[in-house]
């Protein structure tokens, strides 16, 4: 609290959260889209991934929100997530240090193919 911002940090556009699901959980993963799209109708809702795409290992959604949002969304997701794996990553143009070092996971936190995103070491 009080603390100064650090301005060497890169500008963060946006935030995605990845909901992971598999064939037990798809049902609750669609009852929490539903919920995100009902309370935070100003956020973009991705397709469903029912095989891993990208980096994932497991089947996914994507949930696109602004960095104004994070305050009021976080908070919520931590109490409604329904039990599912999330990935909570910020966008400021380095795919790999986003995913792997400016990330927090909610619930389990899954292995990532990291070797496939831009920036990778």
Wanted: charged share 25%; proline share 7%.
């Amino acid at each position: 609290m009080g603390e100064k911002s650090n301005t060497s940090n890169p500008p963060i556009s946006a935030y995605h959260a990845h909901i992971y699901y598999d064939a037990s959980t798809k049902d609750r993963a669609g009852s929490l889209r539903e919920a995100v799209a009902a309370r935070f109708p100003d956020f973009r809702l991705g397709r469903w991934h029912d095989v891993p795409v990208g980096p994932h290992t497991r089947a996914m959604y994507q949930i696109l929100f602004g960095p104004d949002r994070l305050k009021d969304f976080l908070p919520w997701l931590m109490l409604n997530r329904q039990g599912l794996a999330v990935l909570v990553h910020p966008e400021t143009g380095n795919d790999y240090k986003d995913h792997a070092e400016h990330a927090l996971w909610l619930g389990e936190m899954l292995p990532l193919k990291l070797d496939v995103l831009d920036g990778a070491k």
